[in-house]
């Protein structure tokens, strides 16, 4: 299968009060076109700054990305801008909707940013859940209903890859279920890669891979095991214990 | 807790912030030269000669006019950019209100901030005066509209007029904006659910419309005045019919959208189209300076052009003169008052910016959405400014000079459209370009 998402020994430090931090430390990923890749690990491991690199959302200190073939080193801010509205979707934990705007509105941002032709806007809202919604002001919904919004904007251009940051953070156990069987569904009927950071075993038990940060340096790499064994891989991996579920 | 609270906002919001401050400086600034200048006008060492010189020559109404104009501009902009800024503290404000503050509490501390906004600002646009007055008075005397006895007299008795006026005007933005954002229940705040802020009360409608509607009755009121009379009363009526034009804002400014939404195509000009209906609240804001400003300019050099075109004589130069660079200065005015509100809403709006970009706007393509934005908020000012100074100015053309066509010099008329194009322009372009700079991710709350 193509490779979507290519991160090649990539390091990224931030220096602040004089003192320099190592948040992502030499870290090679490479992600497949329809598959779902957790990425776990605990505060300050380095998950988001991961994500946000291969999102091309931040650049890396040291490394290369390579996104659906383009290597984001070469791109200057517009061209990363437009390949991540053409190519990409990505989903915050803090939803990230502009509050005023309706459903639609929102849903049809990037095409209306000059994003390729969207799905229909009825299928898109149909396959998350919220047909009929469309002009209702997000403002109005409740954090799951949003984070469905959220979801139908990133799948809505039909994107090769999308990023998932904490998406079920701020959701009970049930909505954020919800979201990421919606995540799951796009990979397996749309051939969608799905890389999704989560503290939440039980979330990243969707996942056909399973990825492990430490310290900034990926410790392990392999297929999902059940909930219990991630449980236990992390704190393996981070030295303490882990409930299976909160 | 209540200093601490004040502190921590005037820290954390001190760029807001800085919009009502600098309208605030100007504003004093302007409102102490006219107060000033109209004490210098009757200065107990003026010779009788020059004092009825002074009243032949009509300054003291002009300066009157001027006084009043300034100060409504100043109460109007200077309520609402504190409004803004307050409300801009919704979520800190939800903040704190889960951790046990009371609303007395951040009553207290909103208010603070608009007495530690005001003070300073007066003070310093009170100082800033004097070398501006003295030039202005200066300038008339140049230009033969006052006598060369008259000197401009800075005095101390502006200090608690021009203090009352700004304070009295930014507590009560500041509490309006205050009681609402604090009434909030936190955790809808927090949660960022928006009510429903497009729509105005019923209240606010019909105080709109009767005020519009009360406006253009009194045009033709005034119209049956003697010329001098229909003059400054023609003021108030322009000013009730802006009011009224800023009360109704928001419905104008969804209406322009909505006639526009089925000619436009889709992506950009829509974008642009429903940004501007979800934002007409604080759109609004922006229309009153540049729709009062635009209607006093144009009913001025209306009335001037029109009256010298039928009698024949453009009138005395020394007045001419008077006219025309009061206008200009009132315009400048207004222009930095419209700048000022426009910057506090784009400002205000970094957030929703940060998640256009995340969703993959490129900054080029936000800023052709902010223009577009731009256009259309300036061409619905300059229509409704067209609108208000015909209602004003056409009955008393036809009374007073027996016409119904009022001219308007095609390079005043370019000069006024440049300017209200390139205030919005300049208001809503250049803060995007700016805060677009910052990463998106920092500024959406995203990076988490």
Do not use: E, F, Q
């Given at each position: 299968m193509d490779t979507v998402v290519q991160l090649t020994g990539v390091s990224r430090s931030y220096r602040t009060g004089g003192r320099e931090t190592v948040a992502l430390d030499d870290v090679s990923l490479d992600v497949a076109a329809g598959e779902f890749v957790a990425v776990m690990g605990v505060t300050g491991s380095g998950k988001s700054t991961l994500l946000h690199c291969a999102a091309g959302l931040e650049r890396p200190s040291a490394g290369t990305v390579r996104l659906v073939g383009r290597d984001l080193g070469r791109l200057g801010e517009a061209a990363r801008t437009r390949l991540r509205r053409d190519s990409v979707g990505v989903v915050f934990q803090s939803y990230n909707l502009l509050s005023e705007l309706t459903v639609a509105q929102n849903v049809l941002l990037p095409q209306r940013l000059?994003?390729?032709?969207?799905?229909p806007l009825a299928e898109v809202l149909a396959s998350v859940g919220l047909a009929g919604t469309e002009q209702r002001p997000v403002g109005e919904l409740s954090g799951g209903q949003r984070q469905r919004v959220a979801v139908a904007r990133a799948l809505a251009a039909d994107p090769a890859v999308v990023f998932a940051d904490e998406p079920t953070g701020a959701l009970d156990p049930t909505t954020g279920a919800q979201v990421v069987g919606l995540l799951r569904t796009a990979v397996d009927t749309r051939a969608v890669a799905v890389v999704l950071v989560t503290h939440d075993p039980r979330v990243a038990a969707a996942s056909d891979r399973l990825v492990l940060l430490h310290a900034g340096a990926l410790v392990s790499d392999g297929p999902t095991p059940d909930v219990a064994a991630i449980a236990e891989q992390l704190a393996a991996v981070s030295g303490a214990p882990q409930a299976a579920s909160r | 807790m209540r200093s601490g609270i004040t502190r921590q906002a005037l820290r954390r919001h001190r760029w807001t912030l800085v919009g009502p401050a600098c309208t605030q400086l100007l504003g004093a600034a302007v409102i102490a030269v006219m107060l000033m200048t109209a004490a210098s006008l009757s200065a107990p060492g003026l010779s009788a000669a020059d004092r009825r010189s002074v009243r032949a020559g009509g300054m003291t109404d002009t300066t009157a006019v001027f006084l009043g104009d300034s100060i409504y501009l100043s109460v109007l902009v200077v309520a609402v950019t504190m409004n803004l800024a307050v409300s801009r503290q919704l979520r800190d404000i939800a903040l704190l209100r889960s951790v046990g503050a009371t609303p007395g509490q951040l009553r207290w501390s909103v208010l603070l901030q608009a007495v530690a906004v005001s003070l300073p600002a007066s003070l310093l646009g009170i100082a800033l005066a004097v070398p501006l007055g003295s030039g202005w008075v200066a300038l008339l005397r140049a230009h033969d509209?006052?006598?060369?006895?008259?000197r401009f007299t800075p005095g101390l008795v502006v200090l608690p007029i021009v203090v009352g006026i700004q304070l009295g005007t930014s507590v009560v933005g500041a509490a309006v904006a205050g009681r609402r954002t604090i009434r909030s229940a936190p955790a809808i705040a927090l949660s960022e659910t928006s009510g429903d802020r497009r729509h105005i009360g019923p209240a606010r409608t019909a105080l709109g419309l009767l005020l519009v509607g009360g406006g253009i009755a009194g045009s033709a009121v005034v119209s049956a005045l003697a010329a001098d009379q229909a003059d400054d009363a023609a003021l108030f009526v322009l000013l009730a019919e802006c009011i009224g034009i800023g009360l109704l804002g928001p419905v104008v400014l969804r209406a322009a959208a909505a006639v526009l939404r089925p000619l436009l195509p889709g992506g950009l000009p829509r974008l642009a189209l429903d940004e501007v209906a979800a934002l007409s609240r604080p759109l609004a804001g922006t229309l009153v300076p540049l729709v009062l400003a635009m209607a006093f300019a144009g009913i001025k050099v209306a009335a001037r052009t029109t009256s010298a075109a039928v009698t024949g004589s453009p009138g005395p130069p020394a007045e001419v003169w008077t006219d025309w660079s009061g206008t200009a200065v009132f315009c400048a005015f207004a222009g930095v008052a419209a700048l000022n509100a426009l910057v506090t809403v784009l400002v205000s709006r970094d957030r929703d910016l940060a998640v256009l970009q995340l969703a993959g706007g490129t900054r080029r393509r936000l800023l052709l959405v902010v223009s577009s934005e731009a256009a259309l908020v300036a061409t619905t000012a300059v229509l409704l400014a067209g609108l208000a100074a015909g209602a004003t100015l056409l009955p008393m053309l036809h009374t007073?000079?027996?016409?119904?066509l009022p001219r308007v010099p095609a390079p005043a008329l370019a000069a006024g459209l440049t300017l209200a194009f390139g205030v919005v322009a300049a208001g809503t372009v250049l803060p995007v370009a700016v805060l677009t700079r910052r990463p998106a991710l920092h500024r959406s709350g995203g990076a988490g």
């Open positions: 000059g994003g390729p032709r969207a799905r | 509209a006052l006598p060369d006895g008259v007073s000079l027996g016409t119904w």
